[in-house]
């Protein structure tokens, strides 16, 4: 089953926290085994891949259950229920979520404290309002992250797909050095800066001598140009003439499944790149793309007020 939301896991934090003081490992082992949750379902990583999701979730059900006065810290990474939170469960709640905690003055007051106080005051509403449905704010920053990224990423194809052919090869020889071919040296790779050079487009020498080389096919198309495996095969044959036994092939739309196929049958390597994923390492190695902004994301350290 899927992991549930940080909201439908506040009532069973709860209550495991009110059989008395529990480290937040085992609470979360408990609360995964009343869930039915599965290795895999434990394992679901946040986009960040920094955290699990579960975890995650069951981190900020403590911390709104916290805030509304229902569990306290025992000790660094100890929790257990407090007699406020105690007393609603003798109440047999079959849901505990944001909007039966708003009834709780301690709770509604800490989600409604916001930027237009005294200046430096923390902006607890958004980020609370933003925790409003059904995920976390981790998850709420990667979704958008993802977002922002995808646009940045359909952008830069178009640029690309405008480019004339030539500066269209120079770009992915830009991005196969930055990517650290040719040791992320410039001198060390080149593109032809003329058409095709007996079926290649591009070199990058390995090594000074020349000893490693691998050479490039950058095809410039539209996305619904595909790439076949006849143009695949033409050029896994030209690196024949080249005495190579390395290729790269990029195009900015997509290879048929023969295509795929072909390569992982022959001798050579040939490395195929489409579209998604030239635009995927032009963001991850900075080519064609600069940082707008940058955020940190903190949390408290319990170790600041230990004794």
Request: glycine letters at 8%.
């Amino acid at each position: 089953m899927a992991v549930p939301d940080f909201q439908t896991l506040m009532l069973p934090v709860l209550r495991e926290t009110a059989k008395g003081p529990i480290a937040a490992p085992e609470l979360r082992r408990r609360v995964a085994e009343g869930a039915k949750l599965t290795e895999d379902d434990l394992a679901e990583l946040l986009p960040s891949g920094r955290q699990t999701k579960f975890a995650n979730r069951v981190a900020w059900s403590n911390v709104h259950l916290q805030r509304a006065g229902l569990i306290g810290v025992v000790r660094r990474g100890v929790y257990e229920a407090t007699p406020a939170g105690k007393d609603l469960l003798a109440k047999a709640p079959e849901r505990i979520d944001m909007k039966l905690l708003d009834g709780i003055p301690a709770y509604s007051e800490w989600r409604t404290q916001s930027a237009g106080g005294p200046e430096g005051e923390p902006a607890i509403a958004a980020v609370v309002s933003a925790a409003a449905g059904a995920v976390t704010p981790e998850e709420q920053i990667d979704r958008s992250y993802r977002e922002l990224r995808g646009a940045v990423e359909a952008g830069l194809l178009v640029r690309l797909r405008a480019l004339d052919p030539m500066q269209f090869e120079q770009v992915v020889i830009d991005l196969l050095v930055a990517m650290g071919y040719g040791g992320g040296r410039e001198e060390m790779a080149r593109a032809f800066k003329r058409s095709a050079d007996n079926g290649v487009d591009g070199v990058v020498r390995e090594d000074k001598l020349g000893l490693d080389i691998v050479y490039m096919q950058a095809k410039r198309y539209a996305a619904d140009n595909v790439v076949d495996v006849s143009a695949v095969r033409d050029f896994a044959g030209s690196l024949d003439y080249h005495r190579a036994t390395k290729g790269v092939f990029v195009t900015t739309s997509r290879f048929t499944a023969k295509a795929t196929e072909y390569v992982e049958r022959i001798s050579k390597r040939v490395v195929l790149i489409d579209g998604a994923g030239l635009a995927r390492h032009m963001v991850d190695h900075r080519v064609g793309v600069r940082i707008k902004d940058s955020y940190e994301v903190f949390e408290l350290d319990e170790d600041a007020f230990s004794e």
